[in-house]
């Protein structure tokens, strides 16, 4: 994208050493990417104030680029942090439920960003941390701690959030397949400041889209050396971003 390069220079040589492997978006391409309103990623990431009332941060960016107006930035993790959030958010559970979630959770956890963990889950009503704990037979079963009533539960949750996800060891994400896997669209904040690629080429959905447009999909695929397929799935990417309307 235009602006992550634009940023990536005004950066510093050192603060761009710093993003390599953990991606940078804008709110504005976060958005777009996730269908959240940039105005709501930059109020859950700096805080806000309403009728008198101040509201803390979601959390804290795991990067910054030292701007004097404090400009918001996301890393990949951040990206997916607030995928998740939205979603809980979306079934009705409250903004302070989740801060709560993510206090606790993070205590938990003994580490930061614990949302887009593979270990969280919800029911629509109460966000779980999954805890596995190996029983006197040698067995893992799943136990969910519920983060507000402190209890150990035992449920089988499937959170569709988490299947377009590739995971680490240590259940943290490490690839997001906004379109699913059969969609070959990945973003991988290894790859290409973590932008959307197309999975076959490496090359991102936004040179193949353009290239497209102003080439026809033909000589696009013809110039970037990848199939006319790639180029069709990049235009069709790139076309459904420019049509979603952040609520």
């Not at 993070?106 to 109460?126: A, M, N």
């Not at 983060?147 to 959170?159: S, T, V």
Request: aromatic share 8%; glycine share 8%; hydrophobic share 40%.
């Amino acid at each position: 994208m235009q602006t992550r390069d634009h940023e990536c220079l005004m950066a510093g040589e050192e603060a761009v050493g710093e993003l390599i492997g953990k991606g940078l978006y804008t709110p504005a391409e976060a958005g777009k990417l996730l269908h959240v309103s940039p105005l709501k990623i930059i109020r859950w990431l700096r805080g806000h104030s309403q009728n008198g009332k101040v509201y803390d941060p979601l959390w804290h960016p795991s990067i910054s680029l030292g701007d004097e107006d404090e400009r918001v930035f996301l890393a990949f993790r951040d990206l997916m942090e607030v995928r998740v959030a939205d979603a809980f958010i979306q079934l009705g559970i409250s903004s302070f439920k989740v801060r709560a979630a993510i206090a606790l959770a993070t205590k938990v956890l003994g580490r930061d960003y614990p949302l887009s963990s593979d270990r969280f889950r919800t029911d629509g009503r109460e966000i779980f941390l999954r805890i596995i704990e190996t029983d006197k037979d040698g067995r893992e079963p799943e136990k969910l701690l519920n983060l507000f009533k402190k209890q150990f539960e035992f449920k089988n949750i499937i959170d569709p959030i988490l299947k377009s996800v590739d995971f680490g060891e240590w259940g943290e994400p490490v690839r997001w397949w906004p379109e699913g896997k059969p969609g070959q669209i990945v973003l991988d904040p290894q790859r290409s400041f973590g932008q959307p690629i197309d999975a076959v080429s490496s090359v991102p959905t936004q040179v193949l889209s353009a290239a497209g447009t102003h080439l026809g999909i033909k000589q696009a695929a013809l110039a970037y050396d990848v199939p006319e397929t790639s180029v069709k799935r990049a235009l069709a990417f790139e076309d459904s971003l420019n049509h979603r309307v952040a609520a």
